[in-house]
């Protein structure tokens, strides 16, 4: 075993797991239970559960406004339910804004917090505020490079939650978070059960979505979380947008003034390549001196208008964003986006300083990040009408796309890259136009010419061909190109693709 290697793999999987669980948990304050001997029985849960005053707090930081959230809780005894929302405004407040200066300041007011639910009576809540504030601390000392000590974190809250769950059956905000966690772990690659076991964390893909259905069918304090968790995670794994979408477009319908509804809405309408809708939440997101500042829109706007071909606005949404932010990723690539921006506006000098930008900072532990770093340590010049095509594409300018693309002709002095590429994008564009008979071509096109190369643009055909061949019920066929998918040993998106061919498999089997 190389464990040096090895040691900087379980690095990112811990960082970009935790991460997403940030994403998804410590906005939205997720919550779980606490740790108990094996041989205890099960009990049904009292009625416990916030108080109309901790959910009045709590859903001022739902909404991202932290000032009216404390001015709530100074009217609020301390009990479970006033530590556990205390602890979800502050890791918010910690993981948003990303500011090192606060950590260990974070880290001690969760200590005392962990200290005074010991010695409270136990109930539901007590319990599961104890390990919800436990993976609130494992997130927020992987996130700021303290990866041993948020491992352990992440065992004992993920093993309180189990036991929760054991001695409260019922008590469903607890399955929502045992199911969140039981996902992600299971849905990892096979090449992190060593450090799983190690750990002693044995996830479940099938017993997390159940849990979590459980959580999101019936009333509790916390279903909407359950929901918008459930539907996030059908989005981005089983293709399944219109729930998301129909749900995060509801709520933020219903919450005008709710932050966190806006960013959702954003970010699922530039996944699924609305970049119009897109921009339009963007433009009427609550804002004001009452909200915690959230750089991470202006990334995405920038994004957006990229897409457009708004050169001038999105290289003024990413300075934005990295001038408000003070963590380290998505820096290379936001640096990566401002270069294209210049280049493509024919601003030679400028992209050439954004280009240098790309190498001076930031981690590379987000996979755009990693794409953004091979760009500067590969050297090789990108072709403009294929980065073109591609922007349009993942904005949703499908038709616009293969007109951008029929300018692109390949010779024999064309960088391999740049000729799988080409076939990539049409596939994609034709796809997105629902011409599949034309995208299934143009995938195996690019499957056929690609062998063996490192690039994306292979596994990628492979994995949207499996998606294609399930949606028509070929289910052999499907599982042939999903296990393709994963035989590919190298290339900057290998994670998220793996992820994604594997659990497609299970839903196959």
């Known amino acids: 075993m190389k464990f040096p290697g090895e040691a900087r793999q379980l690095q990112r999987w811990m960082q970009k797991t935790l991460l997403l669980l940030v994403c998804i948990c410590a906005l939205s304050g997720e919550v779980i239970g606490a740790l108990q001997p094996e041989t205890i029985q099960p009990e049904v849960a009292p009625t416990v559960g916030l108080t109309a005053q901790q959910a009045r707090a709590y859903a001022e930081v739902l909404k991202m406004r932290p000032a009216a959230a404390r001015a709530l809780l100074r009217e609020t005894p301390i009990s479970a339910g006033t530590l556990l929302v205390h602890d979800c405004l502050g890791i918010t407040e910690l993981l948003v804004g990303q500011d090192s200066r606060r950590y260990d300041a974070i880290i001690d007011a969760q200590d005392e917090r962990l200290t005074m639910l010991e010695k409270l009576p136990p109930n539901a809540l007590t319990q599961y505020a104890r390990a919800e504030i436990r993976l609130h601390q494992a997130a927020a000392q992987v996130s700021f490079g303290h990866e041993v000590q948020g491992a352990w974190s992440l065992r004992q809250a993920y093993q309180q939650m189990q036991a ?32 799983l076991k190690l750990l002693g964390l044995s996830g479940s893909v099938e017993g997390g979505l159940s849990n979590l259905r459980a959580a999101a069918r019936q009333p509790n304090d916390f279903q909407t979380e359950a929901q918008i968790i459930l539907a996030l995670v059908e989005e981005t794994y089983y293709k399944k947008p219109a729930e998301a979408l129909q749900l995060v477009g509801r709520l933020a319908q219903q919450q005008p003034d709710n932050l966190l509804f806006s960013y959702l809405l954003v970010s699922l309408n530039k996944k699924q390549h609305r970049t119009d809708a897109a921009l339009a939440a963007y433009r009427a997101r609550p804002n004001g001196p009452g909200y915690l500042p959230l750089p991470y829109l202006h990334h995405m706007a920038a994004d957006l208008l990229l897409y457009q071909g708004q050169y001038a606005v999105s290289r003024r949404e990413n300075e934005l964003f990295l001038m408000e932010y003070s963590g380290e990723h998505y820096r290379k690539d936001a640096y990566f986006k401002l270069y294209l921006a210049a280049w493509l506006a024919n601003d030679a000098p400028a992209a050439e300083r954004y280009r240098r930008q790309i190498n001076a900072g930031g981690r590379t532990v987000i996979e755009e990040d990693t794409y953004a770093q091979r760009f500067f340590d590969g050297q090789l010049p990108l072709n403009r009408q294929l980065t073109r095509a591609r922007l349009q594409i993942d904005g949703g300018y499908y038709q616009e796309a293969l007109a951008t693309l029929n ?25 997105g136009l629902n011409r599949l008979d034309s995208a299934r071509l143009f995938y195996a096109r690019t499957i056929a010419l690609a062998g063996t190369a490192p690039y994306y643009f292979a596994p990628q055909s492979a994995l949207q061909l499996g998606y294609l061949y399930q949606l028509e019920g070929q289910r052999a066929t499907a599982k042939v ?17 793996d992820t994604k061919a594997k659990l497609a498999l299970k839903e196959l089997e």
């Open 407 to 431: 300018g692109f002709q390949a010779t024999a002095s064309t960088p391999l890259r740049d000729r799988l590429e080409a076939p990539y994008r049409r596939a994609r564009a034709w796809h």
């Open 164 to 195: 929760t769950v054991k001695r409260y059956p019922t008590y469903l905000p607890a399955r929502k978070t045992l199911g969140m966690m039981q996902f992600f772990i299971g849905s990892l690659p096979e090449g992190y059960r060593w450090f």
């Open 481 to 497: 190109y999903f296990e393709k998918a994963l035989s590919y040993p190298k290339h900057e998106y290998k994670n998220s693709t």
